[in-house]
């Protein structure tokens, strides 16, 4: 997915994974939501989600959620990382990786403005919960 497009548009094979990815999220309350599109960035995934939860409860509950609704629906298995402590959590489902925070640790790596640098396009809003 190219800067400009939505996620849904026609040739993004990861647009359904993204769409499940982040209606899950909003059911489960995320907090700030931003997607960044990662075609030409890296060869790992075409879609980065980043979010906060309130708590390590809260994260940790949303990725063990948002890691079975990726299943039922069809995606494969995803790999987790990070659960026990639940500072921050990976889930990688292929075309699309997830990060959850708490806020603290996000707002201390920053991982958005790493990875939209020199593409303000890149970071997205769209979806924030």
Known sequence: ??????????GDAAAPLLQLVLASLDDDQAQEVVTIALAGKSSVADHMVIASGRSTRQVAAMAQKLAERI??????????????????????????????????????YNLERMWSLGDPAAASGAGQA
Do not use: I, N
Request: hydrophobic residues 45%; negative net charge.
């Open 1 to 10: 997915m190219t800067a400009g497009t939505r996620p849904g548009d026609a």
């Open 71 to 108: 299943k039922q629906h069809g995606f494969g298995p995803v790999r987790l990382e990070g659960l026990p402590a639940a500072d921050w959590v990976l889930l990688d489902a292929g075309d699309v990786v997830v990060h959850l925070f708490r806020p603290e640790v996000r707002s201390f």
